[in-house]
């Protein structure tokens, strides 16, 4: 069972969220753990979340955020939900700030 949200700890802003915190469904279930913030820090754009899941990496747009804490994050919706990094940009907006951080997410690793 997923810690209680006055668990996590306070709010953070993106910029200061840590990579290997867990992440949580509104369930309360474990997605998995943030891999990466995708942020674009010079024109303070959040954009998302790579979160590391049992069944491979998510992305969990900003939208799907729907808290960032201490001690780790919640989203909207259940890791099956969450898209795969793939080649195609979200669905969305598509500034030149996303583009560059989806080509970091799909780049060979």
């Keep these: 069972m997923a810690e209680k949200a006055e668990d996590l700890g ?3 802003a993106y910029l200061v969220l840590r990579e290997g915190v867990p992440v949580y469904a509104p369930s309360g279930d474990t997605v ?3 891999e990466h913030v995708v942020a674009d820090e010079r024109e303070d754009v959040f954009h998302g979340l790579l979160i590391k ?3 491979g990496h998510r992305f969990a747009t900003g939208e799907q955020v729907a808290g960032l804490y201490e001690n780790g994050a919640i ?4 890791a099956e939900s969450l898209a795969r990094p793939s ?5 969305g907006r598509h500034d030149s700030g ?4 989806w080509d970091w997410l799909v780049q060979p690793r």
């Design 53 to 55: 899941t049992a069944d």
């Design 32 to 34: 998995g753990t943030v």
């Design 75 to 78: 989203v909207t919706e259940p």
């Design 87 to 91: 080649a195609d940009l979200p669905q």
């Design 98 to 101: 996303l583009k560059r951080a």
């Design 10 to 12: 306070e709010p953070v």
